[in-house]
């Protein structure tokens, strides 16, 4: 049988076959060149919508830290929370958030009382109408405790394409002691002045970490993120900034600054053999009583630092050994001439000091005194002096880590070129130099001089910063630094200098600084500024020391800016000796049953409300007292009540009659912490005022609680 292939009928039909495939090829290739050159515009703008490459993603801030590692600073998340109800529209869930439309701005208005349910239900339904895509719940950023509680209410609990709840993620920073230290922890970002200062400033290379990459992908309506480089989160600082004794000058400052109505307060503690800045505290007036942290006025002020300053000046007249502590200083009755101007003490219109051996010059710190010492002996070779002032180490510029900072400016006396005339120097410029004008030192600098003389002499860059810490780990130190051996050329006159400054708080001008329980040393200070506006005379109040005198440990200064009478150092010596004393108590450690007197027949107090803490407290002190309950109780199982006394004899712990659930209860006589307890158990938001226990409470006890009611609590 024959198998001869057919030509004929098989050929056009690969002939044909052949042309389609051509046709085809040739309109893909149309196709991709119409796309590649005529689309190109609108497929790119796809391309964009649809992809991103190369997005930078932030690293984690890290955080500030306190000396003893509390979270001063930290990055914490935040959130703006806005509806797509288009995305709601689509999911044909509207009949579902009609439903629900009451009780999710009944939600809104417990999550944000400022704002009613009604107000919340017509501007949403408005919205809805509008079919608005990314309308806003609440004008402001809300915590993520806050986004959750959103995130709960009905509806908006569903997938944000079914439900319609968007939220877009900041990183906030937060300081988590408020306004403490606020001035030299700094901001970055967020600041209201929209500066940036601070330690946040000058670290931010350490905190701020590196940006990560990612790509963005839609798929399927949905974003998805592609990490290409992770980001790399940012290393905590450990400051030498401690938390409690910040608080106590912060506190101590401001109760100062309100009683004699100041306008600017500073105050700043040091540690002796480190140079560790402890507390820094720079207070401004913001209004009636009112006081902030505007301006670091303690690393930037340069004004004349009055009589804190004639330390300096004694230290070189004995160093130089031009004057000894034996000598005598006649000061008249108080007025002495000094090339044609009037140099006064400060009781020259009580008859002045006169005769004054040199430690009391310092003791009463008299003008006079100091002036005639220095200028009788440096008058025709001032250079030397002001070289003695440079080698104390309070011109030095101290390289402090904070923006504004600035060295103390002392200017060198100068000649003309045929060396025969002053040229920037004149008579009364040695005298008036002496006593602490015709110089500008800032506060951390007349610090940094008398921790100083605190520590034998040897000066102590300040510091503010000890380490850098990543994941647990110490990555970085910043050691103590000594910048001068010693500020003095003979160690004999540190002894001398050091037992002046004990007499200024003992029997001389800053006997407010004197403490019952431990040595002060220090200098008062005043001199006299003047504002802005060149109309008004104010003063510079000051007084600067260490404690306890015998084996320094902490130096601190303490400045105040006042204008009008009466104006004193004597008001910063106050306000040193309550850091002081409260520094020291700190660093006293007592067993707790050292606290019972046993020779006392006196029973303590004890405050009203949950009496398990009381039996508790007691019992571990070893007081008589008496229960109605048979056996202790942990904190979980509180009684509440009250305390009799009988006579010094016994104290009975006594239940007390509770209200109703939903009816305000009585909290007279509680602790602040129990009283809060109890009513915000019930749903009643409270509001202190005062410290101690309750004496007054706004909403009566039986009162029927209602929803975003406000309890304010009195307490004396």
């Known amino acids: 049988m024959s198998t001869k292939f057919n030509n004929k009928k098989t050929l056009p039909r690969y002939v044909f ?85 009451d009780s999710i701005c009944i939600g809104l208005n417990e999550i944000f009382p400022e704002k009613s349910a009604a107000k919340f239900k017509s501007d949403l339904e408005a919205a809805r109408s509008r079919q608005e895509q990314n309308y806003a719940i609440w004008p402001k950023r809300v915590n993520y405790n806050t986004f959750t509680q959103v995130k709960r209410l009905p509806v908006l609990c569903l997938h944000k394409y079914k439900g319609g709840l968007n939220e877009t993620e900041f990183n906030a920073r937060k300081k988590q002691f408020g ?51 992770p980001p790399v989160d940012g290393a905590d600082i450990v400051t030498t900034i401690d938390v409690n004794i910040q608080d106590l000058a912060e506190r101590a400052v401001i109760d100062e600054l309100r009683e004699i109505d100041a306008s600017v307060g500073v105050a700043i503690v040091m540690e002796v053999a480190t140079g ?100 009788d002996n440096y008058h025709n070779h001032p250079e030397k002096f002001v070289e003695g002032i440079y080698r104390t180490g309070i011109a030095d510029d101290l390289g402090i880590p904070l923006n504004g900072a600035s060295p103390a400016r002392i200017r060198m006396p100068k000649k003309d070129a045929r060396g025969k005339q002053w040229v920037n120097w004149s008579n009364t410029a040695l005298p008036w130099m002496s006593i602490g004008y015709e110089t500008q030192v800032p506060p951390i600098s007349t610090l940094t001089f008398y921790n100083a003389i605190a520590n034998n002499g040897k000066m102590m860059r300040p510091r503010f910063v000890k380490e850098v810490v990543k994941d647990g780990q110490v990555i970085m130190e910043y050691p103590p630094e000594v910048m001068r051996e010693s500020i003095v050329k003979h160690p004999s006159t540190l002894g001398k200098i050091r037992a002046m400054l004990e007499g200024v708080v003992s029997v001389g001008t800053g006997k407010k600084a004197a403490s019952k329980t431990f040595k002060s040393a220090g200098k008062t200070g005043t001199a006299q500024i003047w504002t802005s506006a060149g109309k008004t ?17 902490y130096s601190c200064i303490v400045c105040i800016q006042k204008v009008g009478s009466p104006a004193s150092g004597g008001f910063c010596a106050k306000v040193f000796k309550d850091i002081a004393e409260g520094i020291m108590a700190k660093n006293i450690h007592l067993r707790v049953q050292s606290a019972r007197d046993s020779l006392s027949a006196l029973l303590p107090d004890v405050k009203d409300g949950n009496m398990t803490a009381a039996d508790n407290a007691l019992s571990y002190l070893g007081y008589k007292y008496t229960t109605e309950w048979s056996s202790q109780r942990n904190d979980a199982q509180r009684v509440w009540g009250y305390a009799q006394k009988e006579g010094n004899k016994q104290i009975d712990l006594k239940k007390s009659q509770l209200y109703k659930q939903g009816q305000v209860p009585s909290v007279a006589g509680m602790g602040a912490r129990d009283a809060v307890y109890m009513l915000e158990k019930r749903g009643v938001r409270t509001k202190l005022q005062g410290r101690g226990k309750v004496v007054k409470q706004s909403l009566p006890p039986g009162h029927s609680i209602k929803k975003g009611e406000i309890c304010i609590l009195t307490l004396q």
Request: charged content about 20%; glycine content about 8%.
């Open 17 to 101: 076959l052949v042309i389609v495939m051509g046709c085809i090829a040739c309109s893909v290739v149309v196709k991709a060149a119409y796309t590649m050159y005529v689309k190109r515009g609108f497929w790119m703008e796809v391309a964009e919508r649809t992809s991103q490459d190369s997005i930078p993603k932030p690293p984690v801030r890290g955080n500030i830290l306190s000396c003893d590692g509390q979270l001063m600073a930290s990055s914490i998340p935040e959130y703006t929370l806005h509806i797509d109800f288009k995305a709601l529209h689509n999911a044909k869930n509207d009949s579902l958030w009609e439903a629900n439309l």
């Open 179 to 229: 306004g403490l230290a606020s001035r030299t922890l700094g901001a970055l970002y967020g600041a209201k002045d929209s500066a940036r200062f601070g330690l946040e400033l000058s670290y931010d290379s350490i905190l701020r970490g590196k940006n990560g990459i990612i790509n963005r992908r839609k798929v399927l309506n949905k974003y998805l993120e592609l990490t290409i480089v």
């Open 276 to 375: 560790d800045v402890k507390a820094i505290v720079n207070m401004e007036k913001v209004g009636e009583n009112q006081y902030a942290e505007i301006k670091n006025h303690a690393v930037s002020d340069l004004l004349e630092p009055g009589s804190v300053f004639k330390t300096a000046s004694l230290l070189v007249a004995l160093d130089d050994g031009v004057i000894d502590t034996t000598a005598y200083i006649e000061t008249g009755g108080g007025i002495w001439n000094m090339y044609g101007r009037k140099m006064k003490d400060h009781n020259w219109a009580s008859g002045g000091c006169g005769t004054l051996k040199v430690p009391s010059v310092l003791h009463k710190s008299s003008n006079i005194g100091t002036s005639r010492i220095i200028d």
């Open 537 to 553: 005379s104010a003063h510079l109040l000051s007084f600067a020391g260490y404690f306890p005198a015998d084996a320094p440990q």
